[in-house]
């Protein structure tokens, strides 16, 4: 086991594994391509060390360049990409072949077809060393994959986290068993947002509030935001497959968490047992569900008073506000007894000094 910043990894791909998929690689483009004279482009700063290797392993004519993007990850769903070194002069007319270190969703590929989409190559192939099938969207077709990798998050031979782990020979993945995955529970206005503040930065934890997600689509109009949006006006809840394949996608852009704070998310069975079913794919689990516990007449006020602030029209009239907690009563109640039966929930006071009901969800997190 190695430790990098924060985060413990464990050995998963040996040297020889990753050298003998390098050689097949360039064994497999070599049949395809050793009678002409293919560019070969990595994508910085992740596979140096893969095309170092792929090179010394390919024995024909070929040329050698390299592009870099950057990605901010957003709340969006394609994060915003950002060319860093562009793509070489002169490869008109020219079979070019990128070289990527890994594809996992296909969000960095996409900004890499485009950045070539404007050239006028003879030939435009993909090659990756190691390819996250489970989790690809399938926009291209990868035209020679290495290793196929199960979505952990790894790092070493050219790949980092937090820019540590590159210089490693080996590939390391990371060690889920430090993770703990919280779900808080309760009404609208119970204090789950407030709490799940507090909770993140004590526990090094990312907070997922899909309330919040909803509210940033419908913000910046997306599509996402307009199919959401005559819900929420009405305090309804979203149609679960759109607000489980939300939250699978966010979890997904932070593979290399700690763990999670789920704020607003299950709110149905449908919903737990789809999150049940998507931490198992990854090797997670809910470690506890904590209820916020309040009197309706209290969350009410609250919400008035938050409406009058934060602007949500969904917080400001007091017919919307009943619609949700009758929302909630139906669909979301019953997943007391869906985490109970798996002895996995708790419940505390919502009321009292922010503080306080911070320390009452401490007590329950540290004694898990
Ligand atoms: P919140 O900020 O958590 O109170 O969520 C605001 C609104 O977003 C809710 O009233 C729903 O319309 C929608 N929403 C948030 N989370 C979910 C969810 N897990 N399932 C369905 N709808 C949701």
Do not use: W
């Amino acid at each position: 086991m190695i430790k990098l910043h924060d985060k413990y990894f464990k050995p998963f791909l040996s040297q020889t594994v990753i050298q003998s998929a390098v050689e097949n690689l360039a064994k497999k483009i070599a049949d395809d391509h050793k009678g002409e004279t293919p560019i070969f482009i990595g994508v910085l700063n992740g596979s140096f060390m893969f095309v170092a290797d792929f090179l010394k392993a390919y024995d024909y004519p070929c040329e050698v360049s390299f592009v870099k993007l950057s990605s901010y990850q957003g709340l969006t769903s394609t994060g915003i990409v950002e060319t860093l070194l562009d793509v070489p002069e002169n490869i008109e007319g020219r079979t070019v072949i990128i070289l990527e270190d890994i594809i996992d969703t296909g969000r960095t590929l996409k900004e890499l077809v485009h950045l070539f989409s404007k050239t006028n190559v003879k030939e435009f192939k993909i090659a990756t060393l190691f390819f996250k099938s489970e989790i690809y969207n399938g926009e291209y077709s990868i035209d020679y994959a290495g290793i196929n990798i199960p979505d952990k998050f790894i790092v070493g031979y050219g790949l980092d986290y937090n820019e540590l782990g590159r210089n490693l020979k080996e590939v390391y993945q990371l060690n889920q068993k430090h993770m703990i995955n919280l779900v808080l529970f309760g009404k609208p206005g119970a204090g789950k947002g407030t709490q799940a503040e507090f909770l993140k930065e004590k526990y090094n934890l990312k907070h997922i509030s899909t309330g919040d997600l909803f509210r940033y689509n419908m913000k910046n109009d997306t599509e996402l935001g307009q199919l959401a949006k005559s819900y929420i006006e009405k305090g309804d809840l979203v149609p679960d497959e759109v607000t489980i394949k939300m939250l699978e996608d966010d979890v997904d852009k932070n593979p290399d968490a700690s763990g999670f704070i789920f704020d607003g998310f299950p709110r149905t069975t449908a919903q737990a047992k789809a999150l049940d079913v998507f931490l198992a794919s990854k090797e997670m689990k809910i470690d506890a569900t904590i209820a916020l516990e309040a009197d309706d007449e209290i969350l009410i006020q609250r919400l008035l008073e938050r409406g009058k602030v934060s602007g949500r029209s969904d917080d400001q009239d007091e017919d919307k506000i009943r619609n949700r907690f009758e929302e909630y009563n139906l669909k979301t109640a019953p997943l007391k007894e869906f985490y109970e039966a798996q002895a996995k929930f708790h419940s505390v006071s919502g009321i009292g000094a922010i503080d306080e009901i911070t320390m009452r969800l401490s007590k329950v997190i540290e004694e898990l």
